[in-house]
């Protein structure tokens, strides 16, 4: 079943055109990578499908729901959970008042976050402001999840951590696509990790979807050819 469907979006900043025609498709309990250079226009999609930028032209559909002209609040409501780029998370609450400033009724609770980054738990009274680069981008996740969204998406979340920490956060989110079966929407730029846990990949070039096929076959000329790697 299809959760997610983008056709033809093109998507502007001002007079300045950003998205020029993105089509992707994303089915129920899939992992998407969305991928391409810096700049192509992948956090500009993001804002698209979570509602945080209009589009100029296309459509956005989510579980059978057309989202153009909807809130972001109300796009959220419907079951999407979004990792921002740079966190953001609270910096002036605890880990743990950042967990249920987004909680909604479902599976994931404050000891399945914790279950699954331990250090949260651990450093629930904390004021968020004072962990460290991964601990925050650890709590976004936790912080997302809380949502019990029906799709989650993240947006260069394992950008600047430390290697250790990336592979622990690469390692929780391919728990939570084992363990759960919730739908992803991953942009990074490792082919590595996204190869462990995407079944397919769009690859956007200059704002336009350029590729789209299984994630297995972004290798070679693909990669070389679009990604540059």
Known sequence: MTLLQLDGIEASYGAAQALFGVDLRLDEGE??????????GKSTTIRVICRLLKQSRGQVTFGGRVLDGVAPHVAARAGLGLVPEGRRIFANLTVQENLLAAARPGAWDLRSVSDLFPRLGE?????AGYLSG???QMLAIGRAL????RLMVLDEATEGLAPVVRQEIWAALDAVRRDTGLSLLVVDKSLAELGRIADHAVILQRGR??????????????ANTYLGV
């Open 123 to 127: 450093r629930a009274d904390q004021m």
């Open 134 to 136: 991964g601990e925050q």
């Open 146 to 149: 809380m949502t019990n969204p």
């Open 209 to 222: 979807s350029v590729w789209h096929g299984p994630m297995q076959d972004v290798a070679g000329e693909v």
């Open 31 to 40: 992992v998407l990578a969305l991928m391409g250079r810096n700049g192509m």
